[in-house]
Structures are given as C-alpha cells and as structure tokens.
C-alpha cells in the first residue's frame, strides 16, 4: 500500500465548475499538507500548504486536512480553462530521519473546458 | 517561475552509461532535494543535501549519487543506467532543511535507451 493515494482521474469539468481533489494517507507522523499544480513539460508549483487539521482558503482555492479520518483535499471555486493541469498532493514528516522528503501522490489530471 | 534552474533540459543515454544532472538553488536557499517522477506518477524522493552533506535519502540504490557546491548548487550523479532511470528529475530548493515550502525547477528529462 502506497502512503498517499490519489485519484489520477482523468477529471475534465466546464469552466466555472467547482472542482473538488482529494488524497488519503497511512502514515499518521505527516503533519505538513501540500498541494502542488503542475503544467505539461513543468516543473510543480507550490499551490498552498496546510499545517495539521482544519481549513485554509487562498482565493479560488480551500484546502482541508481531516487527520482524523487521514484525508485531505483541495477546492478549486470558478475553475477557469488556465487551471487544466496535474494537481499533486505532498506530505511531509517533521519528525522523521528524512524530514525534508516530501511524500506526493500520484496526481489527478484536471481538464477545464471552455 | 521559482528561481531554481536545472540543465540539461533534455538527455538521451545508453543502457550502463553514467549520467550527471545541475541544478542552481533560488537565491537565499541552501538546501536542495533531488526527486524523479516517472511518467504519469507523482515524484519520488532521492535525497536531500544540506551544508555539502547529504541529509536524508529515499528509497534509491548507491548508483544514484550527489554533491552539493558552497554556492549551494547541486549535481546529481546516476552510474551504469537502466532503463527504468528513464523519467524527469526534478531538483527543489528550500531555506533549510526540514522546510516544507519546496520550489522545484522545470526538471530534466532523461531517456534510457
């Protein structure tokens, strides 16, 4: 079993869609929660970071981090055509021997149609 | 664009050759990870080198090997090639080690042929 999971889709909604990722985890030390976006032939963007459980909002998007049930996602409102690119969900554990690795899921391709 | 630069862009090597990578750290950071992502997969990662040591690794063998400069510059080695090696390394600085916020460069793609 992998740590992350993530639904690779692929996932193509119309623009102005509300678009929702998810990614669920094993390993309860994670305590860091990433989103990155990455564009055909690029390198990932770092979208926004989370600590621990709850919410946290950065215009179009909202990330949330349920540790309880080891569960994470990322709301994109307004989906836009220019927001069609892999969504990758990372991890991390401050406490561990390698606590600067970042665990990532596979990525979900998300296409937004005009 | 983050600041952190990688080269090649793009490398073919043979089954068994050696390979070397670069990346250039964004100004300010000095620390670097080293991650491969295989088509179609979510990056995996090598190492991590911090004060020109390394400071953590994945799941990767010996043959995958790195340096890391006083300007905090980095290269990643990889000897006798398979096949599988064949994907996009990517290289991602941080102000310090442990530091969630990593920004990656745009990578270099590597075939193995």
């Known amino acids: 079993q992998k740590e992350v999971e993530q639904d690779p889709g692929p996932l193509s909604v119309p623009e102005g869609?509300?678009?929702?990722?998810?990614?669920?985890?094993?390993?309860?030390?994670?305590?860091y929660f990433m989103w990155y976006r990455q564009y055909s032939r690029k390198g990932p963007e770092l979208l926004m970071y989370t600590y621990s459980s709850g919410n946290k909002e950065d215009g179009r998007f909202t990330a949330q981090v349920d540790k309880s049930s080891k569960y994470i996602s990322l709301f994109i409102r307004d989906s836009q055509p220019s927001d069609?690119?892999?969504?990758?969900?990372?991890?991390?554990?401050?406490?561990?021997?390698?606590?600067?690795?970042?665990?990532?899921?596979?990525?979900?391709?998300?296409?937004v149609h005009p | 664009e983050t600041g952190v630069?990688?080269?090649?862009?793009?490398?073919?090597?043979?089954?068994?050759?050696?390979?070397?990578l670069r990346c250039s750290s964004q100004s300010g950071h000095n620390t670097v990870s080293w991650y491969q992502q295989a088509l179609g997969q979510g990056p995996q990662?090598?190492?991590?080198?911090?004060?020109?040591?390394?400071?953590?690794?994945?799941?990767f063998p010996p043959r995958f090997s790195g340096l890391q400069?006083?300007?905090?510059?980095?290269?990643?080695?990889?000897?006798?090639?398979?096949?599988?090696?064949?994907?996009?390394?990517?290289?991602?600085?941080?102000?310090?080690?442990?530091?969630?916020?990593?920004?990656?460069?745009?990578?270099?793609?590597?075939?193995?042929?």
């Open chain 1, 84 to 111: 069609s690119a892999t969504y990758l969900c990372a991890m991390s554990n401050p406490g561990g021997t390698s606590y600067g690795k970042l665990t990532f899921g596979q990525g979900t391709i998300l296409t």
């Open chain 2, 45 to 59: 990662f090598i190492f991590q080198y911090y004060r020109e040591e390394e400071n953590g690794r994945g799941n």
């Open chain 1, 17 to 31: 869609a509300i678009v929702s990722l998810n990614c669920t985890y094993s390993n309860s030390a994670f305590q």
């Open chain 2, 69 to 113: 400069f006083p300007n905090y510059s980095s290269e990643l080695n990889v000897n006798a090639l398979e096949l599988d090696d064949s994907a996009l390394y990517l290289c991602a600085s941080s102000p310090w080690p442990g530091n969630y916020e990593q920004y990656f460069g745009p990578g270099t793609r590597l075939t193995v042929t």
């Open chain 2, 5 to 20: 630069t990688q080269s090649p862009t793009h490398l073919i090597k043979t089954r068994g050759q050696q390979v070397t």
